[in-house]
């Protein structure tokens, strides 16, 4: 990979060098679409927690070399923080994806006007219904959950046009979200995994790829498997996830503990705010 390259990125654990984030600046439960927003629909969403939190992730990050960049924000956008559902970047393309709920729909058009003035080019999958929290990169090997926000058709369409890669169809319960709420690669020899919600005959593919940190039902809640690697084995995670943690660091990772609790009351983590467009 040569340095001039403005995008680039061949699987999650590489060395994180620019992300795109979102503020949450009216992060709101407006309609409930997930099993943690029903969890906290009457609670609701402390803004300004959710800010000071958002911009000790934002630090976290420049404190280790990478650069943040934030999207412009609007009202009518609740979900905005969620960057990684916008997309996903694949070798030196960023595909812009179509966002599957009412509620989100329109949140695309924001990246597509950054990266225009940003002269970076992307490719458009506009009649594909797919989000990036169901795409897990891993070199040639690409996993892509089934949920309701990511459709058959749109793997299979993957599949046609990145004749290089192995496009994977993961199905998985619903109720979870997407594919990051309950697997993630961390590394090129160890993922997380919720082995409940994904069926036998993908728990025993992933184990003969893996090493396999499994996660508990309580721990999934609190999204223990939505955790940002950002190279050299570094990992950004939830305080509240103990056992993830501590898992982690037996394994030899340095966990960096990141406090956005008020955020995933939305349903989404680390993975879930961060659209990595350079790695390397």
């Known amino acids: 990979m040569t340095l001039n390259h403005k995008t680039f990125c061949v699987n999650e654990y590489d060395i994180l060098k ?98 225009d003035d940003e002269e970076m080019s992307y490719f458009n999958l506009a009649e594909d219904r797919i989000e990036g929290g169901d795409v897990i990169i891993d070199g040639e090997t690409i996993y892509v959950g089934l949920s309701n926000r990511t459709h058959q058709e749109a793997v299979e369409h993957l599949q046609g046009i990145l004749i290089q890669y192995d496009v994977k169809a993961i199905p998985f319960k619903e109720r979870y979200l997407h594919l990051d709420c309950v697997f993630n690669v961390i590394s090129p020899d160890t993922a997380l995994i919720y082995r409940p919600a994904l069926t036998e005959e993908d728990v025993h593919l992933f184990s003969s790829r893996y090493e396999l940190i499994e996660v508990s039902e309580e721990e999934q809640f609190t999204l223990g498997t939505n955790v940002l690697c950002i190279g050299n084995k570094k990992i950004l995670s939830l305080p509240i996830n103990k056992q993830v943690n501590q898992n982690l660091r037996n394994r030899g990772f340095e966990v960096i503990e990141v406090d956005i609790s008020e955020i995933i009351k939305s349903g989404g983590s680390f993975r879930c705010c961060t659209l990595p467009i350079l790695r390397g």
């Open 18 to 115: 620019r992300v795109i984030l979102c503020q949450p600046q009216y992060m709101t439960i407006r309609e409930v679409i997930n099993e943690t927003q029903k969890e906290f629909k009457d609670e609701g969403i402390h803004i300004k927690r959710a800010l000071e939190q958002h911009r000790d992730f934002v630090r976290t990050l420049e404190s280790n070399g990478i650069e943040v960049v934030l999207l412009p924000y609007h009202k009518k956008y609740p979900e905005q923080v969620f960057t990684r559902d916008i997309g996903f970047t694949l070798g030196q393309t960023i595909f812009v994806a179509k966002m599957a709920h009412d509620v989100r729909i329109g949140e695309e058009d924001v990246l597509k006007q950054w990266l």
